[in-house]
């Protein structure tokens, strides 16, 4: 199974940026596309951006200008650049990986924008 390990979370003051990661255990390029998902509390868990095998990037309108999703095909790794956070972007991020119709997920990590 691909397993995916998210990092780089954390606590940020608004405005503020994080660089999230997540590490897959294979070749991202096998991948049919991949994802940064984040869920709040009591909240549905929302896509935020992806990326597919192409390159085609997807952002929500609320991540739109602020947010970047890469990929670094070497380290099997893709990036979220958060930039100009904003409290309502606290949430527990995750990253997900469509491989062949199934979803794999990683654990998750933790972002808090607060003064």
């Known amino acids: 199974q691909v397993q995916l390990v998210e990092s780089g979370g954390g606590l940020v003051q608004p405005g503020g940026s994080l660089r999230l990661s997540c590490a897959s255990s294979?070749?991202?390029?096998?991948?049919?596309?991949m994802g940064w998902y984040r869920q709040a509390p009591e909240k549905q868990r929302e896509l935020v951006a992806g990326?597919?095998?192409?390159?085609?990037?997807f952002y929500a309108d609320s991540a739109k200008g602020r947010f970047t999703i890469s990929r670094d095909n070497a380290k099997n790794t893709v990036y979220l650049q958060m930039n100009s956070l904003k409290p309502e972007d606290t949430a527990v991020y995750y990253c997900?990986?469509?491989?062949?119709?199934?979803?794999?997920w990683g654990q998750g990590t933790q972002v808090t924008v607060s003064s």
């Open positions: 997900k990986a469509v491989v062949l119709r199934n979803d794999y």
């Open positions: 294979g070749p991202i390029f096998s991948i049919d596309a």
């Open positions: 990326i597919a095998r192409g390159g085609t990037t």
